[in-house]
């Protein structure tokens, strides 16, 4: 008897961004068949993989498209993207909430200013930054942090398989390997504030398989980053 493992099937919502497109290459490689979900406008900047992956267009937070798109799915990837003022990253949220499988794997990325239990430390240089910088965007319409804060709240309360991953400052470059996690914004490993943009996405990839992450907001930094070096062994996480 083939005791060979189905092969997973897995949505990337947001798809065509960047932690999106790393998202799919990383998916990709592991053998996943992949959906990607991604604005009618920016289908083409998934051109390298047209030919290997299903892509659904449309607005992230329509709840058809979401629905089409998740459907009979392993695992669903989410980039929240607090954009403008109409709950964006709430809309998203929900319909995913709503229409993946109950079994399925879902993970949501976002920054450290997210607090599933409020036991988070910040200093008062990022609480200022948050403030400030969240209230001007939100006046621009440009960007509206409350809104990804609320998306977040709703998967808190869900009864699915979720894990939030909390990105620190993000750069460019090759990838340093599995980012190191805590459950507290202010644990010393997470100093150094820093990750690399494709190691978010490794990170959020192999949660597919990592279910010691279900029910966790882990807050992530680079593996080679100083404060990860530096507490790595010693963190109680
Ligand atoms: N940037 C950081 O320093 C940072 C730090 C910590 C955590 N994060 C988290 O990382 C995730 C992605 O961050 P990223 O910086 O790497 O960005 P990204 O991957 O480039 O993602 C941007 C996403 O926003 C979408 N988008 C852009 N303009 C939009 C609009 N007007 N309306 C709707 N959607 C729009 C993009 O879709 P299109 O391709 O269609 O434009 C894309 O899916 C987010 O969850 C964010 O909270 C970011």
Known sequence: MNSTPARLKVCIVGASGKLGQYMVRHALDRGYEVVGVCREASVDKLDAFKDRITIV???????????????????????????????????????????????????????????????????????????????????????????????????????????VVRGSDLEEGDSQGLPVWSRHVGDPILKSNLTRRVDFALFMVDAIVNDSLVHEAPAIVGCQTPSALAYAVTSPR
Not at 60 to 79: F, H, P, S, Y
Not at 81 to 92: E, L
């Open 57 to 163: 267009p449309g607005a992230t937070d329509d709840r058809e498209v979401i629905k089409r798109a998740v459907a009979g799915c392993d695992a669903v990837l989410t980039v929240l993207v607090p954009r403008g003022v109409h709950n964006y990253s709430t809309g998203t949220a929900q319909a995913v909430l709503d229409y993946a499988r109950p079994a399925a794997r879902l993970m949501f990325s976002c920054g450290y200013h997210i607090s599933r239990d409020g036991q988070d430390v910040y200093s008062w240089k990022v609480k200022a930054l948050v403030s400030v910088v969240g209230r001007l965007a939100r006046l621009a319409r440009l960007v509206d942090l409350e809104d990804q804060v609320e998306a977040c709240r709703r998967v808190f309360a869900s009864d699915t398989q979720w894990t």
